[in-house]
């Protein structure tokens, strides 16, 4: 199986029989754990990375609270395209060389890959307990399987079954496609993203800093003065229910997330289900079974037959890309 073309970075050394470091690097937090080569993860860590100038002092920070442990092997989930040696991350400051960074942590091998084709590398482990379903039948065996989740920004990748009975996990930035609006609340969105931006992407929107964008937007149309909320406030009081314009801004947000991963779901094939991350949608609950989610998912004229039959998961996991990296990591070099 392969992973698209995530980096690595690798010395003569012979690894150690020490535990290997993961990470999960997003905008907003980023998560390390350690792992003995087939077993459990351990000392799993939540940093801010504003906390942080560079991946690199986090990274030395985590291991010294670790008690320095002698890892010589790592893979590296991170929000951003992996193109080369140069990393710099869409909506955190943070940039780096994976040589540099692999050189400055003593380690023989370094893997860099995309968070969401980590997260994607979970896919296949997770357990029922971690899932919660919303519509649809069930997954078709050996079917692709598709991967999208709003946090920070949008995360995009899937699973692609291969002539080998495995998977191939995509490493892709669909979260930066054109937002195309279909209401007329979407085309209010989309010309108020195109005076700020010039282009408006689906993440714009289906993100945390998209759900707060949509919020001010709507307070505007309707002649409100937006009040100065986070994401995490929108969300708690569209949850709660004591402000409308809350529930408006979080039911479109929902909304075009369910257009977005129905198209993603007809692009891939992805019969297999479609399984929500990220660190918005799991927090939702119930709501998002209620939301407009799962009607702008089925709502593809001709094919909406072929999408009601899709499954819809959203991951409970705790820390599913840590395991997706570590994952990737026993597919590369092995678990022994």
């Excluded at 951003?80 to 140069?86: C, E, K, L, S, W």
């Excluded at 296949?124 to 692709?144: C, F, K, R, Y």
């Excluded at 801004?249 to 297999?272: K, N, P, S, V």
Aim: aromatic share 8%.
């Amino acid at each position: 199986m392969s992973t698209g073309t995530p980096e690595r970075s690798a010395a003569g050394a012979e690894p150690s029989a020490g535990p290997r470091l993961l990470a999960d690097v997003g905008g907003t937090n980023a998560r390390f754990a350690l792992q003995q080569k087939g077993g459990p993860l351990s000392r799993i860590e939540v940093l801010p990375a504003a906390d942080f100038e560079t991946l690199e002092a986090a990274a030395k920070h985590y291991l010294r609270q670790a008690g320095q442990p002698d890892v010589r092997q790592a893979a590296i989930g991170i929000a951003t395209a992996i193109t080369g040696d140069h990393v710099e991350m869409t909506n955190s400051p943070w940039q780096f060389s994976i040589e540099k960074l692999r050189n400055a942590l003593g380690l023989s091998e370094l893997f860099v890959l995309n968070d969401f084709t980590a997260l994607a590398w979970a896919l296949p482990g997770l357990a029922a307990d971690e899932l919660v379903q919303v519509g649809g039948g069930q997954p078709v065996a050996n079917a692709a399987r598709a991967l999208i989740g709003p946090g920070t920004g949008l995360g995009v990748s899937g699973l692609i079954p291969d002539a080998y009975g495995g998977f191939s996990a995509l490493a892709g930035e669909g979260g930066h496609t054109a937002f195309a609006p279909t209401t007329e609340e979407e085309l209010a969105l989309w010309r108020a993203g195109t005076e700020a931006w010039g282009r408006v992407s689906v993440e714009r929107l289906v993100s945390g800093p998209g759900l707060r964008f949509i919020y001010e937007t709507l307070c505007r149309v309707a002649g409100e003065a937006p009040q100065a909320l986070e994401p995490q406030d929108v969300s708690d009081r569209a949850l709660a229910g004591t402000d409308a314009r809350c529930g408006q801004a979080l039911r479109a947000f929902l909304g075009i997330l369910g257009q977005t991963a129905g198209d993603l779901a007809l692009t891939l094939g992805a019969r297999g289900g479609v399984y929500i991350g990220g660190g918005i949608v799991p927090r939702l609950g119930d709501y998002f079974s209620k939301s407009p989610f799962r009607q702008r998912f089925e709502d593809k004229g001709r094919f909406e037959a072929y999408n009601a039959a899709i499954p819809v998961f959203v991951i409970h996991g705790a820390h599913p890309a840590l395991a997706g990296a570590a994952a990737y990591l026993d597919a590369r070099i092995g678990t022994k």
